[in-house]
Nanobody, 125 residues
Framework: QVQLVESGGGLVQAGGSLRLSCTAS????????MGWFRQAPGKEREFTAQ????????YYADSVKGRFAISRDNAKNTVYLQMNSLKPADTAVYYC??????????????????WGQGTQVTVSS
């Protein structure tokens, strides 16, 4: 089993920045891709970003491309999401996810093998 614990959420004004962290424990962290999903009130959980096992491949949702950056430090068992130029539309609970596969091929929540508990990000206008 893998346990994922997120941190770094909070309240920020539009245009501001936050960095989310997700630290894994349990089984080997480095086997598969890691990702971030988010879920706004009344909406389905949606793909935000993912990073491959070695960090060489990164993919982003169109809505965050150019503003968010995902990275990972396998030595620290941690994946990060740097969020810049935040907008009120980015308000959501952000979830860290892990898959034993090479990628989240469809960017779908059902591809995740493990989830964190989520961290709230609120962007005020």
């Amino acid at each position: 089993q893998v346990q994922l614990v997120e941190s770094g959420g909070g309240l920020v004004q539009a245009g501001g920045s936050l960095r989310l962290s997700c630290t894994a424990s349990g089984r080997t962290f480095t086997n598969g891709a890691m990702g971030w999903f988010r879920q706004a009130p009344g909406k389905e959980r949606e793909f935000t970003a993912q990073i491959s096992r070695t960090g060489g491949m990164k993919y982003y949702a169109d809505s965050v491309k150019g503003r968010f950056a995902i990275s990972r430090d396998n030595a620290k068992n941690t994946v990060y999401l740097q969020m810049n130029s935040l907008k009120p539309a980015d308000t959501a609970v952000y979830y860290c996810a892990a898959t034993q596969d090479s990628y989240f091929w469809k960017g779908a929540p059902d591809e995740a093998d493990y989830w964190g508990q989520g961290t709230q990000v609120t962007v005020s206008s």
